[in-house]
């Protein structure tokens, strides 16, 4: 079992940063692949961000390349999704999860349907 809890969101203007933590608990944790997904109003979930650690990969959406980071620590069950350059576009409910690591082709990670834990979301909403 794995529990997440997301916290971080806000309210910022574009082009500015926020910093969103994925608190873990459970022993499995450090044996999962973390990702971080997004849903804005009136539209399916999407992808962001997975960092394969079994293949020392990680996997970004196009959307968010060169803006946005995914880190993990875990010493402390926590992964981190730093963004920076927000846009008005970037205003979703953020969802951390974990998948398990056997999926044997990187592209399965940008599958929500592939993750068994999520959050319970954080908003984060861009001004412009």
């Known amino acids: 079992q794995v529990q997440l809890v997301e916290s971080g969101g806000g309210l910022v203007q574009a082009g500015g940063s926020l910093r969103l933590s994925c608190a873990a608990s459970g022993r499995t944790f450090s044996s999962r692949i973390m990702g971080w997904f997004r849903q804005a109003p009136g539209k399916e979930r999407e992808f962001v961000s997975s960092?394969?650690?079994?293949?020392?990969?990680?996997l970004y959406a196009d959307s968010v390349k060169d803006r946005f980071t995914i880190s993990r620590d875990n010493a402390k069950n926590t992964v981190y999704l730093q963004m920076n350059s927000l846009k008005p576009e970037d205003t979703a409910v953020y969802y951390c999860?974990?998948?398990?690591?056997?999926?044997?082709?990187?592209?399965?990670?940008?599958?929500?349907?592939?993750?068994?834990?999520w959050g319970q979301g954080t908003q984060v909403t861009v001004s412009s």
């Open positions: 960092l394969i650690w079994s293949r020392g990969r990680i």
């Open positions: 999860a974990a998948a398990p690591t056997y999926y044997y082709s990187d592209s399965a990670y940008y599958d929500p349907r592939k993750y068994d834990y």
